[in-house]
């Protein structure tokens, strides 16, 4: 490219969409991203009903959350492959269509097999944006501008936990546990006709062949071998992805296995009803909402801070223009404000439980779970994505499979934890598990730069 194309490059636009239209792209995307989590956590508080409606056992009624959660795991590997050769918009339609069905099939469930698969089928469909989500917001967003947008974003899968409990606890007390999945097919329909007739594509290399746009982070168009998911598990090879998953898994495994938990806490601890149960789970949608959009604005202002600092050691213009990259792990720099939040509200909550003490207390730890963990998220989602930019949907579901399929076992194991250990032992494991990967993690914020320089990935940030 010749000075006067790079001129030119750098006057382009690095997205052709307005202010306005980004942020409707935004927040089109963080509702889409809100039906994974919602619809995992929405029929919680009915699962009794369903268990004695469908003449099955505890165990037997557990695997339609432990297939719905194997399946988050796996799927949204295959649809951040496609959503990486077909585009973003045709993935977003065809998962709602999906989840929409899997939904119909839930309502209309009369045994648990016919239960199991159509959770199989709503978790298939409605996981799609927990990796085509994050790279659309890589699509629209430069890098410095990014963590705001991801903040955004994020609040959808981060606040389904906490409001999926709420609204299933109510609709499920009063219309029963069928309803529930009857409002989820009708919001999945929804996000469906905003796929097809509102979000336009956003894919850098399917916008650059009709609009001019910067000509930075848009990955080649690859055959159908090439998205073999397989390969992106593989990145966990390098040092930096493998400790930044091992954090993600540890610290979602432990926030998911609590959301899990809670209605066990509030109604045969504080004698709550189903209602008031998932009311109580306002307090972590609170802290989710705060640290989320809190959490965003503080790695843009890392980076912004970090360029500065470039700026003012530079000694002339000429250099001033051509400034090195900024490090991926200056975005890191805040991280362990909110995991530490999230590890101190964790094992308090666990001992207030143990010791059936202030119900006020709980919730206020549910708060700063929910902020610790959503600030947390911000950190490293930001970071994986400025680490592989033209694969960024990807990278996100290979972050969403680890962290899914960690969720998985400790959901599992937490009922025999609880009933030999107790609440207050069985939150000090989890607190003790997420502690050793924040430790870890320090290598990534301390030594990552020189870890990549090492061991890969050697990719270009932009």
Known sequence: MTGKDAEVGKELPYSPFGTKMRAMIVIITAMTGLVSPLSANMYYPSITKVRDDLNTTQSGITWTITSYVIAMAVFPLLWSNLADYIGRKPVYALSMLIFTCGSIGCALSQSLVALIASRVVQSAGSSAVQGA????????????????????????????????????????????????????????GIMFLLAIFVLPETHRRLVARKTPIQQVNIPPRLGLKDNNPLLDIATARYPVVALSMFHF??????????????????????????GMSGLCFLASGVGCVMGSTGGGRVTDLLLRRYRRKLEAQADNDECRENLPTIPAEARLGAMWVGSGMFLCAVVICGWLLENRLSLAGVLVTQFFIGFGMAFTFQSLGGYLIDVFPMRSARITGVQNFWRSVWAAVIVQLFPTMHSNIGWGWSYTVMFFLTLTSLTLMQIVVFRGQILRQRFGPSIDLQ
């Open 133 to 188: 989500g994050a790279g659309t917001i890589s699509d629209i967003y430069p890098r410095e501008q990014r963590g705001t947008a991801l903040g955004i974003y994020y609040l959808g899968p981060l606040l389904g936990p906490c409001l999926g409990p709420l609204i299933g606890g109510y609709i499920g007390q009063d219309a029963g546990w069928r309803w529930v999945f009857w409002v989820l097919a009708i919001w999945g």
């Open 249 to 274: 898994a540890m610290l979602f495994g432990t926030y998911f296995t609590n959301a899990t938990a809670q209605p066990l806490a509030y109604e045969g601890i504080y004698n709550l009803s189903q």
